[in-house]
C-alpha cells in the first residue's frame, strides 16, 4: 500500500512534485510574510521607545493599535 | 458603517483570528492530505494523476477570486474613497500572485501524463498566464511608484482593465476549442464529479482558504503597523 502510495501507479513523480510545488511555496511565503510582520512590529517598538514619557502615553493613549502591539510584544518578552 | 472599517477597529479582531485560523489549521491540512493522497478514488481514465486536482483548482479559484476582489475594492474605492480597500489590495495581491503561479506550475504537471505536454497555447492556460501579468504590473505598482494618489490610480486602472480578462478565463472552455476540459463543478446546475472526489477538492479548498487568510491578515497587519509606525510621531 505505501509502494502504491509512492508510485501512486505510475503518477507519483507528477503527483509528489505537485504537492511538494505547492507546499513549499506556501511554507517560504508563511515564513517571509511573518518575518516582515516581525520586523515591522520591531521597528514600532523601536520607535516608540524614542519618545518622550509624555508623547509615549499620548501615543498609547491615541492609539489602540499601539496598546496591542505593546501587549503583544510584553507577553512575548 | 465605514467606521468599522478602521484600523483600531479591525486590528484586534485581525489577531484572534490569526490564533483562530493557526489553532485550526493543521488539523484540517492533515484531513485534506489524506483525503486528497490516501482516501479519494483514482479517476478511470486518468487514473492517480487526478489527485494533482486537489491542489491545482483550488489554486485556481482563489487567485481568480483575489483578483476579482482586488477589482471591486478598486472600484469601491474610486467612488466612496476609502484608503482601506487600498491596504487591503495590496494584502491581497501577493496572494492572488502565488495562486495564480501554483495553478499554472500544477497545471503543467497535470498536462504532461494526460495531454502529454507541459504547455499548449490554449485559450484558458494563455488567459491565466494573463492573469499572472496583469498581477505582477499590480504588485509592481507599489514596488516601483512612490506618489501614494498616483500608485491608487494606476493600479486601480490595471485591475479594472484585468478583471476583463477574468470571464474570459471562465468561459475559455466554452467559446474556443482547447485542451483543457469544461468546468466539472457548476454553481447552478449539476456538477459532473463524483462526490467521493468532490469532498476531498472541498476540504483542500477549505485548507487553501484558511492559508489565504491567514496571509492576508498578516500582510493586513503589517500594512497597519507600517502606518502606523509613520503617524506616531505626528500625534
Keep these: ?77 | 458603517m465605514f467606521k468599522f472599517f478602521s484600523s483600531s477597529n479591525i486590528y484586534p479582531l485581525i489577531q484572534k483570528l490569526i490564533k483562530f485560523i493557526n489553532s485550526i489549521f493543521f488539523l484540517i491540512l492533515i484531513i485534506g492530505l489524506t483525503f486528497a493522497l490516501v482516501l479519494s478514488p483514482p479517476d478511470y481514465l486518468q487514473g492517480d494523476a487526478v489527485r494533482i486536482m486537489y491542489v491545482h483548482v483550488p489554486s485556481a479559484w482563489i487567485g481568480l477570486a483575489c483578483f476579482s476582489v482586488i477589482t471591486l475594492l478598486s472600484v469601491f474605492n474610486f467612488i466612496f474613497k476609502i484608503k482601506n480597500f487600498y491596504f487591503i489590495n495590496k494584502s491581497i495581491a501577493p496572494i492572488g500572485l502565488l495562486f495564480t503561479c501554483l495553478a499554472i506550475v500544477t497545471g503543467s504537471l497535470w498536462g504532461q501524463p494526460t495531454w502529454g505536454t507541459w504547455w499548449a497555447w490554449d485559450a484558458r492556460l494563455t488567459s491565466m498566464l494573463a492573469l499572472m501579468l496583469f498581477y505582477i504590473f499590480y504588485i509592481l505598482t507599489f514596488k516601483l511608484l512612490n506618489n501614494e494618489g498616483l500608485i491608487i490610480k494606476v493600479s486601480s486602472i490595471i485591475a479594472i482593465i484585468g478583471s476583463i480578462n477574468l470571464p474570459i478565463i471562465k468561459y475559455s472552455v466554452e467559446w474556443w476549442t482547447t485542451l483543457h476540459q469544461p468546468a466539472s463543478i457548476k454553481i447552478t446546475g449539476s456538477s459532473s464529479i463524483h462526490p467521493q472526489m468532490m469532498l476531498p477538492l472541498m476540504v483542500m479548498l477549505l485548507v487553501f482558504l484558511l492559508y489565504a487568510a491567514l496571509i492576508f491578515l498578516m500582510k493586513y497587519k503589517t500594512e497597519i503597523i507600517r502606518i502606523k509606525k509613520k503617524n506616531i510621531k505626528r500625534n
Design chain 1, 1 to 77: 500500500m505505501i509502494l502504491n502510495l509512492i508510485t501512486m501507479n505510475g503518477y507519483g513523480l507528477y503527483v509528489w512534485l505537485s504537492f511538494s510545488v505547492v507546499f513549499i511555496s506556501c511554507v517560504i511565503v508563511y515564513f517571509k510574510t511573518k518575518k516582515t510582520l516581525k520586523k515591522y512590529e520591531q521597528e514600532f517598538l523601536t520607535e516608540l521607545q524614542t519618545l518622550t514619557l509624555v508623547e509615549k502615553n499620548k501615543a498609547l493613549e491615541s492609539s489602540k493599535v499601539a496598546q496591542a502591539i505593546l501587549a503583544t510584544s510584553s507577553k512575548v518578552n
